[in-house]
């Protein structure tokens, strides 16, 4: 039996299981999603209070993703696709949000900008970060530069961690092996004391993996497998000093060991690999009036890129260090019942630390928002932001964001908005290429769309367009220049149903873009789609299965060099739950399969077949 034959049999089985437990199934209490409150938007508002395009993660869904990696998750979004998603674990991984290239979507954690000075792009590693460290998600799609500055032109995800417990002590893990000789484990302690609460974890993660380069076609060569393994360590403290004041530190420290290959359809020597390493601390701290709040954010994160490679068949290194620190303080106050004020400013020092040079960059900022809120059928949200970079001078961006609740079922939104993007300080100072006359890239945002709220939840509608317009685009020629402008439009539709114990939700999403050379995108597919069912099939057993379609798209052939059309593929994936001892312990096996994926022979980097993780989650007080 094939491992297709396998999987439909299991999934007919699954199906079969779960529809002869419906009569005697229940049904699960959970969050209206209106109710949800996004912390993300730094005024704490209600899903149902704004008009920005949110989608929240939920603790649940993340409990249930244990056999998946953070990028796995975040590409099952509408409009979000992760290049290198689906090929080798170990393959360094970019957002693209809605055909914005990666480094166009900013990634917080716990509220506070993630940023590496000491890559190309400046984005934060999504390999580094274990899904069983998280609580939940946030993501806002659309310029959001407004509230949290450069970087933010296509979106923000907000990653938020695991705190400390209640009173007492509680300790939780996980446990998975699964195929290419892959195995994890979490173990972590939270809880908390009258005042003080805690949550400290740590994860490992090694895996043997595929070669990341495929064979050339017709060769008989063997190319050695690229593995990784990563740890990390997360610690959060809560510290209540009065009914009013709190400060919360925090450390993280995440390591990288990634085997690396020379290049498409070429095997590199045993010995390349990148080292990443990250650290960060610092704290979230909070003063709470009656009627208003001063939250202070402050962050220090290093970070190391050790990279051996043997490009050209000569052996070579290339280390860069980067250093960022964060200040941001900003002021809320309720003005009344149906009027909030948000007002702040953040500062952010980056440093780039190579063999020959040290430089240094400085942006800092001021900003402010008015949220009127439940105004009848009205929500207005206003704002705008002042910056200053000891590089280029000032910008300026703004956001205008109403929502119209038509009925109480039935919500209009739409945003007018710009961002920006700051040169990198390898663009600015970097070896290869450098230009200290680069200016921010800016864009003009547009989006509209409706909510439709049926049934008390048990339906609901969300159709959103979109359009970005980005000028001063930054691109690489024989060296980084500003050139000309890129335009991207597209929508999405994401519907959701409850009915008994079953959930359904899916979405389609579609983009195009011009960036002023082609009338394509690079690895970004013009058409995804995707449908997730679960169902609850008795008071223990939970399954769900996943299938998602990426569309053709475009990709450079690592033969050629030239742009070719990829084939669509589809990918499915199952996942099953067990809980024991009183739902403390979970049994689960998750398993995913690429179909398909011919276009492994054009690019010439391998993607895996079918793999599986299976393993245990615990929570024992």
Do not use: W
């Amino acid at each position: 039996m094939n491992k297709k034959c396998m999987l439909t049999v299991a999934g007919l089985g699954l199906a079969q299981l779960m529809i002869g437990q419906v009569a005697n199934a229940q049904t699960q209490d959970s969050l209206q999603l209106k109710d949800v409150v996004i912390s993300a938007t730094k005024n704490d508002q209600k899903q149902s209070q704004t008009g920005k395009v949110v989608t929240i993660i939920s603790r649940e869904v993340l409990e249930r993703s244990n056999g998946k990696s953070l990028p796995d998750l975040l590409s099952e979004q509408a409009g979000i696709v992760i290049s290198g998603g689906n090929s080798n674990q170990g393959k360094d991984k970019s957002i693209f949000t809605r055909g914005a290239l990666g480094g166009y979507t900013l990634v917080l954690i716990d509220g506070i900008v993630q940023n590496d000075p000491a890559s190309i792009s400046g984005t934060f590693d999504l390999r580094l970060f274990s899904i069983d460290q998280i609580d939940h998600i946030e993501i806002l799609k659309g310029g959001q530069s407004t509230i949290y500055g450069s970087d933010a032109v296509a979106g923000v995800i907000n990653i938020i961690t695991k705190k400390g417990g209640p009173k007492g002590n509680t300790i939780y893990g996980v446990a998975s092996a699964g195929s290419f000789e892959t195995y994890k484990g979490t173990i972590g302690l939270n809880g908390g004391v009258e005042g003080f609460s805690y949550n400290i974890n740590y994860t490992h993660l090694k895996t043997d993996g595929i070669s990341e380069a495929t064979v050339p076609p017709g060769s008989a060569a063997i190319f050695d497998k690229d593995g990784f393994k990563t740890d990390g360590l997360n610690a959060n403290f809560g510290i209540k000093l009065d009914k009013n004041f709190s400060v919360n530190p925090f450390l993280r420290y995440f390591y990288g060991d990634y085997k690396i290959d020379q290049d498409g359809f070429t095997d590199g020597l045993p010995s390349n690999n990148s080292i990443l390493k990250q650290f960060s601390a610092g704290f979230n701290s909070e003063y709470k009036f009656n009627t208003g709040k001063i939250t202070l954010n402050y962050s220090h994160e290093s970070n190391s890129n050790d990279v051996n490679s043997s490009y050209a068949g000569s052996p070579s290194n290339f280390l860069n260090f980067g250093k960022l620190n964060v200040v941001d303080l900003f002021y809320n106050q309720k003005l009344g019942n149906k009027l909030d004020l948000l007002i702040g400013i953040d500062d952010r020092k980056m440093k780039l630390i190579t063999d020959t040079k040290n430089p240094t960059t400085n942006i800092f900022a001021a900003y402010g928002s008015v949220f009127l809120h439940d105004l009848s059928v009205f929500n207005l949200e206003v704002g705008g932001r002042y910056n200053k970079h000891d590089q280029y001078g000032e910008n300026y961006t703004y956001s205008i964001t109403p929502s119209i609740n038509i009925i109480k079922e039935v919500k209009l939104f739409g945003t007018v908005s710009t961002a920006f993007k700051i040169p990198t300080l390898n663009m600015l100072f970097g070896q290869y290429g450098a230009n200290l006359d680069l200016k921010p890239e800016k864009s003009q945002n547009y989006e509209a769309g409706v909510n439709l709220n049926l049934a008390d939840d048990a339906f609901t509608l969300r159709i959103a367009g979109f359009k970005r317009d980005l000028t001063n685009a930054i691109v690489y020629t024989t060296g980084y220049i500003n050139e000309g402008n890129q335009k991207y439009k597209g929508f999405e539709v994401e519907p959701a149903a409850k009915f008994s114990v079953f959930n359904i939700n899916g979405y389609y999403a579609f983009v195009e873009g011009n960036t002023g050379k082609t009338d394509f995108l690079i690895r970004r597919p013009k058409h995804t789609f995707g449908i997730n069912a679960g169902a609850q099939a008795t008071g223990n057993l939970y399954a769900s299965v996943n299938f998602r379609y990426f569309g053709k798209r475009f990709d450079t052939n690592f033969t050629t060099y030239l742009s070719e059309e990829m084939p669509s593929y589809n990918l499915f994936n199952a996942y099953i739950e067990y809980a024991l001892a009183k739902k403390r312990v979970k049994v689960f096996f998750d398993a995913k399969n690429i179909l398909n994926k011919k276009y492994t022979e054009i690019i010439g980097y391998n993607t895996p077949g079918f793999n599986f993780n299976t393993g245990v989650s615990f929570n024992i007080r």
